[in-house]
């Protein structure tokens, strides 16, 4: 696994068959992989999760072919470990269609009902978590913006799809600055978890501060390079693309409008 060699992105490099796909086409997936998950046709909760495990199963599998399934295997538990330990205990007592008790302590019940929802649901945001990672980690930024602006649409958006892939690592890195300062001051944020919720407070003033004079340098160094001019643009970074590919992304995005009007007209009930 090899990271950005900036370390300013969460880019891994990689020559792999997802590296070499054009940002488009991962997007699309990453759209479709959502509406599969969430508007599966199917009546039981056993094939919603045979589909959501079928993708997850995918996602995994281009993961860790493209050199980057280590580092999502890292991110994608510490997000899911937490919602897990939520959710499963939250719907496992309190779902409103409980019925169906499958343990029992002092009049405290744990139903089956709430944790087969709890599950589904832990499931389908797994599949559009994977199918997210499998996207940032193996699309550059510059090559995301790059081919929302070789397909013709406006620069402006091209930085609004491209500036969170940026963002985020950068945040992260002053978070641990503004970190570092505040503990050679003094500042005790190890230890039991309130000590550490308690040395959030003097983290946050600097951290925002950083952030919006971050944003104000960036809007500059953006208007220095003409971000505005009606110029037509030329770019030194190709990104490949090809006929299959288009046709691909265009299958995907058929694919999404046909499940969300099946969502809408079946499981709303406007189609009765």
Known sequence: ??????????FVEGRSF?????????????????ALAYGVPSPTFAGEWLVCAALLALN?????TAGAGTRAWRVFW???LPLMLFMLPIHGLLYPGNRTA?????GIALYREGLVFA???????????????LFVLCTHPADMVTAVTQAGWSPKLAFLVGSPLLLLPAMRARAATVQAAQRARGL???????????????LVKPFLLGAIMDIEQRAVALEVRGFNSRSPRTAWREVPDSTAQRWARRVMLAACLGVAVYWIVVKTGLGA
């Open 1 to 10: 696994m090899k990271r950005s060699p900036s370390g300013t992105t969460l």
């Open 78 to 80: 510490r997000i899911m």
């Open 60 to 64: 995994g599998c281009l993961l860790f």
């Open 188 to 202: 005790d944020s190890e230890g039991r978890i309130f000590r550490r919720a308690k040395g959030l407070v003097p």
């Open 102 to 106: 499958i343990a029992a302590w002092h």
């Open 18 to 34: 997802v590296h070499a796909l054009n940002p488009l086409t991962k997007l699309a997936w990453v759209l479709l992989a959502g």
């Open 119 to 133: 599950g589904t649901v832990l499931l389908q945001v797994a599949v559009v978590l994977s199918a997210s990672l």
